[in-house]
């Protein structure tokens, strides 16, 4: 890749805040998350200006989720960034956590108990019921990757997505292996450069 692909997590929801299973599930951002969305976008502006792209040459490419659409609104409003439906890619989507979406984890415990212990041994491999593994996502996502790969050889890319997918395409960028993909962090108020095989957080560490 010639140009950078800075990638985005969608800001703090209510859900998150209540720590409830999202997955292809959605609820808004919070108050937090929109000043997050804002100050992403307030980042961007000065990370293209030392770099010395035009906000306006910049590609989206962003999960089809509400979530992550009302944070690359609020993104581009602050830092001009142009986009349209087009940008859109469900291969982008979140980890689907089946069943198990809209619930908090003492109710997936008292619902499917010793699941969740389950699948703290195993991550990787295990999908929650009718939902995704980190093994099953990668095989959705990769297609996706080398997409946005082939447009960075041209022009700086922007992704907005999400925790495990942002994870997923740190780790396919880096080839880190399964088990550091999954203790990457999550951040809601910083970003990622992914540039000459390295990846730099931008914003608050």
């Known amino acids: 890749m ?9 800001g703090e929801t209510v859900w998150n805040a209540e720590r409830r299973a999202q997955g292809y599930l959605d609820s808004p951002l919070t108050a937090a998350g929109r000043s997050q969305a ?24 962003a999960s089809p ?18 986009h349209d439906t087009g940008c859109f890619d469900h291969r982008l989507r979140e980890l689907s956590w089946g069943d198990w979406e809209g ?6 415990e008292d619902r499917w108990p010793g699941a969740m212990a389950a699948r703290r041994l195993d991550r990787w491999n295990y999908p ?11 095989a959705r ?37 399964d088990a550091e993909i999954l203790t990457m962090d999550q951040p809601q108020d910083a970003f990622y450069r992914l540039h000459q095989g ?3 957080r931008i914003g608050t560490q």
């Open 2 to 10: 010639h140009h950078p692909v800075y990638l985005f997590r969608h």
């Open 38 to 61: 804002r100050a992403m976008g307030a980042m961007l502006v000065e990370e293209l200006r030392q770099a010395g792209y035009e906000p306006a040459s910049v590609v989206v490419r």
């Open 65 to 82: 989720l509400g979530r992550v659409r009302e944070t690359l609104a609020l993104a581009a409003e602050t830092s001009g960034l142009v």
């Open 103 to 108: 619930l908090t984890g003492a109710e997936i």
């Open 128 to 138: 929650p019921p009718r939902g995704e593994s980190y093994v099953m996502a990668v």
């Open 141 to 177: 996502v990769q297609p996706a990757f080398q997409d946005i790969a082939a447009l960075a050889a041209e022009r700086p890319v922007a992704v907005f997505a999400h925790g495990g997918i942002g994870r997923v395409l740190r780790g396919l960028f880096l080839r880190a292996p």
């Open 198 to 200: 390295a990846a730099a």
